[in-house]
């Protein structure tokens, strides 16, 4: 069994910070990427970070410069450091792994809970 928890989020005036994190745990055998995508009322999910194993980052455009994705291989983790956040920013934000797990010979999409971020005065 495998599972992603994710802690972070909350309330946050515009222009500040927060940092989600997400460790997978369980029954892994190895982790390719991992990514965080968010979903606003009325919205499709969207991704908004990537990392591959490697470390190569890819970012939603409107959040390159203000956030940060980065993972701790060894603890299975993966960060979203979100700076200068703002209003529109607001959504629930979900974890996202690409992975193998031990039972199974093929990878396979994982989520975490979602976590609720938002930006408002």
């Known amino acids: 069994q495998v599972q992603l928890v994710v802690s972070g989020g909350g309330l946050v005036q515009p222009g500040g910070s927060l940092r989600l994190s997400c460790a997978a745990s369980?029954?892994?055998?190895?982790?390719?990427?991992m990514g965080w995508y968010r979903q606003a009322p009325g919205k499709e999910r969207e991704l908004v970070a990537a990392i591959t194993s490697g470390g190569t980052t890819n970012y939603k455009h409107s959040v390159k410069g203000r956030f940060t994705i980065s993972r701790d291989n060894a603890k299975n983790t993966v960060y979203l450091q979100m700076n200068s956040l703002k209003p529109e920013d607001t959504a629930v934000y979900y974890c996202?792994?690409?992975?193998?797990?031990?039972?199974?010979?093929?990878?396979?999409?994982?989520w975490g809970q979602g976590t609720q971020v938002t930006v408002s005065s």
């Open positions: 996202n792994a690409l992975l193998t797990p031990t039972y199974l010979g093929y990878e396979s999409n994982y």
């Open positions: 369980g029954s892994i055998f190895s982790i390719n990427a």
